[in-house]
């Protein structure tokens, strides 16, 4: 697997994420206006969007929240609010939250585009790791990966072009347990798919194609 992936990774020809132009829309414009204020501004709204990201997805009524587009007003302005409530803190670290912050889930809410918040989340986070010299890569496999294998991977991984251009790696590992097996390793908007499923797919259409 470490070998395929060696080989890929080290090669121009990587495959491309499919992604939202939706969401990356908001997510320049989000990026854009915090990194005008100041780079502090731009670390503040990150750190806002990452604990609301994480809020939607640890909470089932923020996730159902955000994924509803028939709510009424009334029920955006009170699910906004549990939203910003997540992002202001508890205790001595609580604090405001931005108006970049606000008028960007003002804006998603009004437009009907709540449902584009992780995307938006993702893009505007991928741009900022851009801006920091970072490159951001997500390994996804269907059990947490042990240490030795995560070592070796960070290793094969510094081989690759992208990771020679940036000033530091960031690997984060996802664990999906649809993968079956193997690993599908996203580059920012790139992305390789060494997964045990995608190689059933292949044959289910290749068996498909034969018959």
């Not at 670290?93 to 584009?116: C, H, M, Q, W, Y």
């Not at 989340?121 to 920091?132: A, D, P, Q, R």
């Not at 580059?187 to 289910?204: Q, T």
Request: glycine share 6%; no cysteine; aromatic share 4%.
């Amino acid at each position: 697997m470490l070998s395929s992936l060696r080989s890929t990774a080290v090669s121009a020809g990587l495959g491309r994420r499919a992604a939202s132009t939706i969401a990356l829309k908001y997510s320049n414009a989000t990026y854009s206006a915090a990194l005008a204020k100041s780079p502090q501004v731009l670390n503040k709204v990150q750190a806002e969007l990452t604990v609301i990201s994480n809020s939607i997805k640890e909470l089932p009524e923020l996730k159902a929240f955000v994924s509803n587009p028939t709510l009424s007003a009334k029920e955006r302005n009170a699910g906004l609010a549990a939203i910003f409530a997540r992002a202001e803190g508890t205790g001595a670290k609580k604090e405001p939250v931005s108006d970049i912050t606000k008028n960007l889930f003002a804006v998603l809410s009004n437009n009907g585009r709540l449902g584009e918040t992780q995307g938006v989340i993702e893009g505007f986070n991928e741009l900022v790791s851009k801006y920091k010299g970072e490159l951001e890569v997500v390994v996804t496999s269907a059990a947490p990966l042990p240490k030795d294998i995560s070592s070796r991977l960070e290793t094969v991984l510094k081989q690759s072009q992208a990771a020679q251009q940036a000033k530091t790696l960031k690997i984060t590992n996802k664990v999906n347990p649809s993968v079956l097996g193997g690993i599908v390793v996203d580059f920012g908007d790139k992305s390789i798919d060494l997964s045990v499923s995608s190689r059933i797919n292949k044959l289910n259409n290749l068996l498909i194609q034969s018959v």
